[in-house]
């Protein structure tokens, strides 16, 4: 888009080189420009232009000559007498009135200012700057959540259900007890039903050696009877 507009020109040599002059440093360099030289937009836009020799500076101030709900006369004269008081200044006063901290600027001479009025330029509008997000506000406290609490208890039904416990523990220990006995009982009838068993199996084998003996007995008296009786007829015999 083109519009006509006042441009004034404010030309700086500054002790740097154009490498060294980087775009950090020009950035610094035209926020203190328009500082210094009541630009301030839509009302006046800066523009800052690089070219080689030691670093040939050039701010260019566009002041558009239409732009609604501005006066422009005001502003035109504002900005044309800020740049000549820039170019008043001599190199050292110049290089402090532009460094900050972020740039130290050493200034050659002095700044140079000329005015072309009305002629016809291209001017980048720059798009509206977003509207900031509504701050969001937190959302109310909820109510705590109320603790359940367990009613007490009546200290007669505690001592009972106490007494309860304390009875079925009797209980139990009168139930093993009992069957502890009937267990010591039932080993000792079948102690002594084997110790019996045992004793009888004793006996019969007593008997039956017994028996074996006399058997044995038995059986040896009749023959030495027959082997004793030929003796006793020899006798007989001799006499």
Same mark, same amino acid.
């Given at each position: %888009?083109?519009?006509?507009?006042?441009?004034?020109?404010?030309?700086?040599?500054?002790?740097?080189?154009?490498?060294?002059?980087?775009?950090?440093?020009?950035?610094?360099?035209?926020?203190?420009?328009? /500082?210094?030289?009541?630009?301030?937009?839509?009302?006046?836009?800066?523009?800052?232009?690089?070219?080689?020799?030691?670093?040939?500076?050039?701010?260019?101030?566009?002041?558009?000559?239409?732009?609604?709900?501005?006066?422009?006369?005001?502003?035109?004269? #504002?900005?044309?007498?800020?740049?000549?008081?820039?170019?008043?200044?001599?190199?050292?006063?110049?290089?402090?009135?532009?460094?900050?901290?972020?740039?130290?600027?050493?200034?050659?001479?002095?700044?140079?200012?000329?005015?072309?009025?009305?002629?016809?330029?291209?001017? *980048? *509008?720059?798009?509206?700057?977003?509207?900031?997000?509504?701050?969001?506000?937190?959302?109310?406290?909820?109510?705590?959540?109320?603790?359940?609490?367990?009613?007490?208890?009546?200290? /007669?039904?505690? /001592?009972?259900?106490?007494?309860?416990?304390?009875? %079925?523990?009797?209980?139990?220990?009168?139930?093993?007890?009992?069957?502890? *006995?009937?267990?010591?009982?039932?080993?000792?009838?079948?102690?002594?039903?084997?110790?019996?068993?045992?004793? #009888?199996?004793?006996?019969?084998?007593?008997? /039956?050696?017994?028996?074996e003996q006399a058997a044995e007995t038995t059986l040896r008296q009749p023959v030495a009877a027959h082997v004793r009786q030929p003796e006793k007829k020899l006798i007989m015999a001799r006499v």
């Amino acid at each position: %888009m083109s519009v006509r507009a006042t441009v004034v020109s404010v030309g700086l040599t500054l002790d740097s080189s154009v490498e060294a002059f980087n775009a950090s440093a020009r950035s610094a360099l035209s926020s203190k420009l328009r /500082s210094s030289l009541a630009c301030v937009p839509p009302t006046c836009v800066l523009e800052l232009r690089v070219a080689a020799a030691s670093v040939a500076v050039t701010a260019r101030l566009t002041i558009p000559d239409d732009t609604a709900g501005v006066d422009v006369a005001s502003t035109r004269a #504002e900005v044309i007498a800020a740049a000549q008081a820039l170019a008043a200044q001599s190199p050292a006063q110049l290089s402090l009135s532009l460094s900050s901290e972020t740039l130290s600027v050493s200034a050659v001479n002095a700044a140079t200012v000329s005015v072309d009025n009305s002629i016809v330029v291209p001017l *980048v *509008v720059a798009p509206p700057l977003p509207e900031l997000p509504q701050p969001v506000e937190p959302p109310p406290p909820s109510s705590p959540v109320p603790t359940p609490t367990t009613p007490p208890r009546d200290a /007669s039904a505690a /001592s009972g259900i106490f007494g309860d416990l304390a009875t %079925m523990e009797v209980g139990a220990a009168a139930a093993g007890l009992v069957v502890v *006995v009937v267990v010591a009982i039932l080993g000792c009838v079948v102690w002594n039903r084997r110790r019996k068993n045992r004793n #009888e199996v004793c006996v019969r084998l007593q008997d /039956s050696k017994a028996a074996e003996q006399a058997a044995e007995t038995t059986l040896r008296q009749p023959v030495a009877a027959h082997v004793r009786q030929p003796e006793k007829k020899l006798i007989m015999a001799r006499v």
